[in-house]
């Protein structure tokens, strides 16, 4: 199917597979279709038909709260076209960027699936083809009984990478999520598309590093501390990260967190936020290199980091009412400009 895509600036054009949602075919060619969470959630992909038509994937999506049908208007990341398309797109786009990674669909298989805490699963996927990928970015996950993609963050970073980890948080009657939990998925095959996203590091960054993460959140900030880690990021710049959780027995990843400060412990500040019971004596006892403090991690944050934003990029991650609230501590206190914040919204 032929896709054409007038723009504010201009029109491009692309082919789109069989059943493929018309932001997946853009994306493929090159073209930053704009999108956030690529799975119907915020209405960020929405666009206006001016010819064809497209068979709607989830009536149900909450992003179509946007969208008005009258109008003609769909979301691009949960549509795929029926007949070739012409349509309108009331923003600017631009083709990707150099050497920026195109994201493409393939089937993996998932791999050693284990529980961390008691509502995380952490698991692996392997891929036939090895890809590259940024820190920070995310891919949709599908197992193939399931309708409708989900979004998971990468927590390692490596080019050409074989195997992508993730982790999981439980939610109560969540498809993806019970049917990790609900039985041992080893072997299991899911279909991928990705990668996605654009709270992305690069050590041409620059700049001084604070990471927030809720829960789940702090997936793709393992990733980016990885590939800082790499680079040896932090013999010039500074980092911090918050990772917020309910208790400590829902901590994870502290192990990995500590390796990363020990290495540098002049420049690498990392605190855990609890926000559900003091810091138990112990925490301190057993991760020594790492910050325990109680309350939200947007309160903790704007705590330990007053008078630091000096020349600081800031990634968010977590779920939305934890990213709305940090958002609003990084641009009305710590005064950071709009580009120099970058986050996901774990809708
Ligand atoms: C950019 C991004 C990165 C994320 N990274 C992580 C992460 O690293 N770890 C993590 O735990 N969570 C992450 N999430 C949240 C994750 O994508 C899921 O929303 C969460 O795991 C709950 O999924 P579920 O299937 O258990 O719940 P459900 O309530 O069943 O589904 C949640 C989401 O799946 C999609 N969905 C549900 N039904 C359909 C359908 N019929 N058709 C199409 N789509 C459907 C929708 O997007 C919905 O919001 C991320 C979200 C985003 C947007
Ligand atoms: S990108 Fe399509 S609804 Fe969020």
Redo the contacts with the bound molecule.
Sequence with gaps: MRIQVNARNRGYEFEARPDERVLHAGLRAGIALPY???????GTCKATLVGGTVAD??A???GKKLVKPERREFLMC?CAASADLTLEVDKFVHAAEAGACTPDSCSVVLRAPRQIAPD?MAFSVQLEQPRDFDAGQ?VLLAPLA????????M?NFERGARRLD??????P????????FGANREGERLSMFGP??SATFDPMLAKNVLCIAG???I??MMSILARAWRERYFERWRGWVFFGVRTMRDTFFLDELSSFQREFPERVQITVALSDEDVPASAARDWPALGFERGLVHEVTERVMTGKYHDVRAYV?GPPPCVDAAIRVLLLKAKLTTNNIRY????
């Design positions: 956030e969470c690529a799975t119907g959630t915020c994937g989830w149900g999506a909450p949960q995380v995310f399931m309708t409708g993609y989900r979004a998971y963050s927590c993730f982790v999981v948080k439980r939610k009657d969540g498809g993806f999520s019970e049917w990790l996605l996203g829960g789940s959140g997936a793709g991650a996901d919204k774990y809708s």
